[in-house]
């Protein structure tokens, strides 16, 4: 394809930044992990995709993680502040269509209703009834129990 056709595809495709807990994604069998980046790709391009973690990692799962494009960030204290600041990080200096935000709870709730006023938000979780709260204001959802099911 000639670069001019590239450069126009490039303009319609979603850019994607992806925020990821680290108890989330520890709970994920490494296969299951490229099958949720494969989802999420379906929606857009990820742009940027880290994963934060309040603990030290060993250095199989640290290298697992660069391995599959994913970014691990070790924080010293609760890492939903460190969700949170990413976030908002994301959302105001770097032009993404989707943020994607990976978390077990509904503590994320706030960032999540003001993330949707800027760009539309695909939620990662464990289950559809875990975060019921999140349905107003999201606009994609994968869950765990899903890639769980779907066997490739």
């Known amino acids: 394809m000639s670069q001019r056709v590239l450069k126009i595809l490039r303009r319609h495709e979603k850019s994607i930044g992806c925020v990821f807990a680290g108890n989330l994604m520890t709970s994920i069998d490494p ?14 391009s990820i742009r940027k995709n ?3 973690f309040d603990q030290q990692l060993s250095s ?7 391995s599959k494009g994913i970014s691990p960030i070790i924080v010293p ?3 939903d502040i460190h969700l949170t600041l990413e976030v908002l990080d994301i959302l105001n200096s770097q032009k993404m269509d989707v ?17 949707r006023e800027k760009v539309e938000v695909l939620l990662v979780c464990p289950s559809k009834e875990e975060v019921k709260n999140y349905t107003p204001y999201i606009d994609y959802l994968i ?10």
Do not use: R, W, Y
């Open 50 to 52: 880290i994963v934060i």
């Open 31 to 44: 296969l299951k992990i490229e099958q949720l980046l494969d989802q999420i790709q379906q929606i857009g």
């Open 143 to 152: 869950t765990l129990k899903d890639l769980s099911d779907n066997k490739k």
């Open 99 to 115: 943020i994607c935000i990976g978390v077990n709870d509904d503590s994320l709730l706030p960032v999540v209703i003001a993330a």
């Open 77 to 79: 204290s609760n890492n």
């Open 60 to 66: 199989e799962i640290h290298v697992m993680f660069i």
